[in-house]
């Protein structure tokens, strides 16, 4: 199983970007997907997640600006964001909760993070 981040970058304040990720290999079941952000010396933190129904949850701190969503026929998760601000500025990581048979069971995967740096 394989997780790829992509769409992180430089932007603006006040500015968007979109992030995906793609969830790829022996993949059986996908359940709960979601974006974690983490800056050095400080704990990995939840930013958003969707279950498998669509079911949502949001950090405060994104709650307005940040929108999650996910394409089940593709196995891959997005995080629209939008109002940017220099306090999102973090490494983002995709997570994703799956079933990879009997061998790999359910478990978390992590992908290796992308860059977002919000700065004028």
């Known amino acids: 199983v394989q997780v790829v981040e992509s769409g992180g970058g430089l932007v603006q304040p006040g500015g968007s970007l979109r992030l995906s990720c793609a969830a790829s290999?022996?993949?059986?079941?996908?359940?709960?997907m979601g974006w974690y952000r983490q800056n050095p010396g400080k704990e990995r933190e939840r930013v958003a997640t969707?279950?498998?129904?669509?079911?949502?949850t949001y950090a405060d701190s994104v709650k307005g600006r940040f929108t999650i969503s996910r394409d089940d026929a593709k196995k891959t998760v997005f995080l629209q964001m939008d109002s940017l601000d220099p306090e999102d500025t973090a490494v983002y990581y995709c997570n994703v909760h799956l079933f990879s048979g009997i061998w790999g069971g359910i478990r978390d995967w992590w992908g290796q993070g992308t860059q977002v740096t919000v700065s004028s």
């Open positions: 969707i279950s498998d129904n669509g079911t949502t």
């Open positions: 290999g022996n993949i059986f079941a996908i359940y709960t």
